[in-house]
């Protein structure tokens, strides 16, 4: 993380070259590319593996460049002050006249924005002329990377540059919510359901039943580790990987604990970094101990879900 000036200017000289880049954020690291340039988000699809269909979250750094793209609203405004910059996307309708890359939305007249924390990537955002799209920096379906090394693990040197700004703080995606009519969640993630909620004075649901994909993070199989993962399980067979929620008294070489005392922010931190390792450690199988369904446990559950789908 040194130079962290100098590293900014390398980013941003590839990004002004329609190169795609690895950006740190709070929630994972991204995979970014110039939101306004049809070659450059191209390049994230292709280095992804990424379906069309799948839309893309586009990062801002300010407001007044976020409202020359999207229409806001109240429902906008109240979530805006509580969360940003912080781990929350809003889908919102498009403007016409945005310069929005097509490859972007999937020709939708939607976007998914967010204002990310990372101060590295904050600084990135402020001295570009354009908003950055950054799906996660993995190859589509696989697990989201936490930091800069992750990223080395999915790309090696088939991208130009990797702006490194630490582990990434949350460790989940963000979460995404839909503002196009009355408010609704599209994934599960960083930011609190309840506290959302609570902002905005109604029993917001989260909807995962949509057929059709209309914002990034809805597809049924994602942040896999590619092996075979049994869920809620008490008892993990031999030579198997045993994910645990708390430290116990007895342990093994399978054991991978997600915090010391079922703390569910911490495991959600820890998720993706044990999933990973685990597949380094070339086991065969993943089983996991029931996770209690509430507050960061129901995202963790949603993204084990998913993962055990592969």
């Not at 690291?29 to 110039?34: F, I, R, T």
């Not at 922010?265 to 369904?293: D, G, H, Q, W």
Request: with cysteine.
């Amino acid at each position: 993380m040194k130079n962290n000036l100098s590293n900014i200017k390398k980013a941003k000289y590839y990004l002004d070259k329609n190169e795609c880049v690895g950006i740190p954020t709070e929630t994972v690291y991204g995979l970014a590319a110039n939101a306004y340039s049809n070659i450059a988000t191209a390049k994230i699809f292709k280095l992804k593996k990424r379906p069309k269909k799948n839309p893309l979250i586009v990062h801002y750094h300010s407001l007044k460049m976020l409202q020359l793209d999207c229409e806001t609203n109240y429902f906008f405004y109240k979530l805006y002050k509580k969360f940003c910059p912080g781990p929350i996307t809003f889908v919102l309708k498009l403007k016409k006249n945005s310069k929005i890359s097509k490859n972007v939305t999937n020709n939708k007249k939607t976007l998914a924005v967010r204002f990310p924390k990372n101060s590295v990537t904050k600084k990135l955002l402020k001295s570009l002329k354009y908003p950055l799209a950054a799906p996660s920096a993995n190859i589509s379906t696989k697990i989201s990377p936490v930091s800069k090394e992750d990223v080395k693990d999915e790309f090696g040197k088939k991208i130009k540059f990797i702006l490194d700004g630490g582990r990434s703080k949350i460790g989940l995606e963000s979460t995404i919510i839909s503002l196009i009519n009355k408010p609704e969640i599209l994934r599960l993630g960083g930011a609190e359901i309840k506290k959302i909620k609570k902002i905005l004075k109604s029993d917001i649901k989260y909807n995962n039943k949509k057929k059709k994909i209309t914002s990034p993070g809805q597809g049924k199989v994602h942040y896999s580790p590619g092996i075979p993962i049994r869920l809620n399980v008490n008892k993990a067979k031999q030579n198997e990987a045993f994910i645990l929620i708390k430290k116990r008294k007895l342990s093994g070489k399978n054991f991978y604990y997600l915090s010391k005392s079922k703390n569910l922010k911490n495991a959600a931190k820890n998720l993706y970094r044990t999933l990973r390792m685990i597949k380094k450690k070339k086991f065969k199988s993943i089983a996991v101990e029931k996770i209690p369904n509430k507050s960061f446990g129901e995202a963790i559950n949603d993204r084990l879900l998913r993962a055990s789908k592969f």
